[in-house]
C-alpha cells in the first residue's frame, strides 16, 4: 500500500518517497489527470515540463506504472540537458541506510 503526505512529517520525506522503488513500482496513474499525477508523484516544476509528453506516449504502450513515468522524464531530462546548465541545488537526494 502506497504512503500518503499524511504518513510523513515533511513535504520533503514524501517527495523523498516518491522517489523510491517502492512508491514507483507500485503508484499507477492510469485515469489520472495531470494535476494529480504532479500532486501525487510531487513532480518539481523541471520534471513537469515532460509528464504530458510521458502521459502520451506511455499511454499508447499501456504502460501506467511511477516507474515508467519517472524513467521516461528522467531520460528525456537528461537528453534535453546541457552540461552547463546542471544546477545541484535542483537535484533530489535520496539518503539511502
Known amino acids: 500500500m502506497l504512503k500518503t503526505r499524511n504518513d510523513f512529517n515533511t513535504e520533503q520525506e ?7 522503488s ?4 507500485n503508484y499507477s496513474w492510469k485515469g489520472k489527470t ?7 508523484m510531487a513532480l ?9 509528453e510521458a502521459m502520451e506516449k506511455l499511454t ?5 506504472s511511477g516507474m515508467a513515468l519517472d524513467n521516461f522524464i528522467l531520460r528525456r531530462l537528461d537528453e534535453d540537458e546541457e552540461e552547463e546548465e546542471f544546477d545541484p541545488d535542483e537535484v ?6
Open 14 to 20: 514524501y517527495r523523498a518517497y516518491t522517489k523510491t
Open 22 to 25: 517502492d512508491f514507483l513500482l
Open 34 to 40: 495531470k494535476e494529480q499525477v504532479i500532486y501525487e
Open 44 to 52: 518539481p516544476d523541471y520534471e513537469q515540463d515532460y509528464l504530458e
Open 60 to 64: 499508447k504502450k499501456d504502460e501506467f
Open 92 to 97: 533530489l537526494y535520496i539518503k539511502r541506510k
